[in-house]
Each structure stands twice: as C-alpha cells, then as structure tokens.
C-alpha cells in the first residue's frame, strides 16, 4: 500500500515535465553567465533569471507563498538593489577579472567541485531509500503562512531589521559614491569642442597632403593654399626642421664663397 501510494505521489504530469525541461536549462544558462560573465551588470541580470525560473518551479509545487517571496523580495528587492549599486559605483571590467591572489581560481574550482560531488552523493543517498520512510501527510489543519509570519516579524525580527539597515547602508553608500560635487556648470559636447579649436589652435578640416601637383611630390615639400602661400602644416616637424637647418647651411656657404673665404675641409667638418 505504502509503494503505492509513493509511485502516486512521485508521478509527473505532462505540463510539469514540460515547464520542467523549458525553465530548467533557462536556470541553468543563467548561473552559468552569473559565473562566466565578464561584467559584474551582466552577472546580476543572469542571476535575476535564475531566481525567476525558481519562482516558476515554487508556484508550479503549490508553494504559492514561497514563488512571490522569491519574486518579490529576492528578484525584486535584493536583485534589484544590488544591480543599482553596480550601475552606480561602476565597476571596471579589466578589475573584476584581475587575480588579486595566485591560483584562486583553480582553489574555487576544486571547492566546487567537492561541495558538487557531496550534492550529489547527498542526493544519492536519498533517493536510495524506497521513499515510504517520510509520511506525506501534508500539513493538516495548520496556518503555514501564520506560522512562517510569526517565526520572521517576531521571532527572527532582529535579524530581518539588520539586514534591511545594511542594505540601506550599502544604498548610501553607493550614492555617495557615485555623487561628485560640481563647483561650475556641467560642460556639454559643443563647449568642450569650442575650447578645444579655441585654445588648442586646432584645424577642423583635416591637413592638407604634402607635395605640389605636376612639379613636386616628395614628403618634404609643402601644399600650396589657395591663395598661393605655402602650408607648413602639410609636412612633418622634423622635416621642417632639417629643411630649414640645410636652408641656413646654404646660405652660410654662399655667404662665405661670396666674401671669398671659402672653409676649409677642418671647419666644416666642425660645423
């Protein structure tokens, strides 16, 4: 009588096994991107999927109270509060991936996997047992969500407003964080831009190419603006520099040639 009736309870129906296969990999997925994820944000999210698809499970098992609490209080509340801190302080990508102590991940690895391995060897011996050893007798005439309301507004109180003052805590902190006091007026896009091609001396139009068309295309030789003029800009520093070097070079030696004191090899070679 006994197996029989654990055979009636263990038995599935076809929409529990479907809502079964459709959110369980959907858990899954999401704590493996809460682990794999390179941003913290990204991480929060995955999670925050993860404790839905258990809500889902709850309400599907008739623990209606316990799928909102999960809902509510965990998805709503926690999550959601942990993901605005993020979003506030900032976290860099580059930093949350950095190892501050060697090997901590192959120690988290091997944690992992004995905690996993004591899950299921746990599970194992479980589900060994025929399971006729626990009576499912339900809970009776008794008020579970009365019951459960007294054990967290007066038993566990304490606990239940400590918690809420460190999340707070964490909130103004977070926003102090975040805040910065700006002693003049937020600059924009367009006066930053305005400075920069103010002060900085800074074309808006990209330089023009070095070389004069049909006479002369080496590097060294300056674009010819509209009105004739040269512009400088269009070659490079050092090449101006050693043009304007061989230029004085020059005009020191015809200089000398032309007064007839021509330098001797021991000169120039000072020079």
Same mark, same amino acid.
């Given at each position: 009588?006994? =197996?029989?009736? &654990?055979?009636?309870?263990?038995?599935?129906?076809?929409?529990? #096994?479907?809502?079964?296969?459709?959110?369980?990999?959907?858990?899954?997925?999401?704590?493996?991107?809460?682990?794999? #994820?390179?941003?913290?944000?990204?991480?929060?999210?995955?999670?925050?999927? =993860?404790? @839905?698809?258990?809500?889902?499970? *709850?309400?599907?098992?008739?623990?209606?109270?316990?799928?909102?609490?999960?809902?509510?209080? *965990?998805?709503?509340? %926690?999550?959601?509060?942990?993901?605005?801190?993020?979003?506030?302080?900032?976290?860099?990508?580059?930093?949350?991936?950095?190892?501050?102590?060697?090997?901590?991940? !192959?120690? &988290?690895?091997?944690?992992?996997?004995?905690?996993?391995?004591?899950? !299921?060897?746990?599970?194992?011996?479980?589900?060994?047992?025929?399971?006729?050893?626990?009576?499912? $007798?339900?809970?009776?005439?008794?008020?579970? @969500?009365?019951?459960?309301?007294?054990?967290?507004?007066?038993? *566990? %109180?304490?606990?239940?407003?400590?918690?809420?003052?460190?999340? @707070?805590?964490?909130?103004?902190?977070?926003?102090?964080?975040?805040?910065?006091?700006?002693?003049?007026?937020?600059?924009?896009?367009?006066?930053?831009?305005?400075? /920069?091609?103010? =002060?900085?001396?800074? /074309?808006?139009?990209?330089?023009?190419?070095?070389?004069?068309? #049909?006479?002369? $295309?080496?590097?060294?030789?300056?674009?010819?603006?509209?009105?004739?003029?040269?512009?400088?800009?269009?070659?490079?520093? @050092?090449?101006?520099?050693?043009?304007?070097?061989?230029?004085?070079?020059?005009?020191?030696?015809?200089?000398?040639?032309?007064?007839?004191? $021509?330098?001797? #090899?021991?000169?120039?070679?000072?020079?």
């Amino acid at each position: 009588m006994n =197996t029989l009736l &654990a055979a009636d309870i263990a038995a599935t129906s076809t929409g529990e #096994a479907v809502l079964f296969w459709v959110l369980a990999p959907i858990a899954v997925l999401g704590a493996l991107g809460m682990v794999t #994820a390179a941003k913290a944000v990204h991480s929060a999210l995955c999670l925050a999927a =993860t404790m @839905i698809a258990l809500a889902v499970f *709850y309400i599907a098992q008739d623990a209606l109270f316990l799928g909102v609490v999960q809902i509510v209080v *965990y998805t709503g509340a %926690v999550m959601m509060l942990f993901l605005f801190v993020l979003m506030l302080v900032g976290v860099d990508s580059a930093e949350s991936l950095r190892e501050t102590l060697r090997g901590q991940r !192959i120690a &988290a690895a091997i944690v992992g996997l004995g905690f996993g391995f004591l899950l !299921i060897g746990g599970i194992g011996s479980a589900l060994g047992g025929d399971g006729t050893r626990f009576a499912g $007798n339900g809970f009776g005439d008794r008020d579970v @969500i009365a019951e459960l309301a007294e054990l967290i507004f007066l038993r *566990y %109180v304490w606990a239940f407003e400590l918690t809420g003052a460190l999340l @707070i805590t964490a909130t103004i902190g977070a926003m102090v964080l975040a805040h910065r006091e700006h002693f003049t007026p937020r600059r924009g896009q367009r006066e930053m831009s305005r400075d /920069r091609f103010r =002060t900085g001396g800074e /074309r808006a139009t990209p330089q023009p190419t070095p070389g004069v068309f #049909a006479r002369h $295309n080496a590097v060294d030789s300056p674009a010819l603006l509209p009105d004739g003029s040269y512009a400088e800009h269009s070659v490079s520093t @050092i090449l101006r520099h050693r043009r304007t070097r061989a230029h004085e070079e020059a005009l020191f030696l015809a200089a000398g040639a032309a007064r007839g004191d $021509n330098p001797t #090899a021991d000169e120039e070679g000072k020079r």
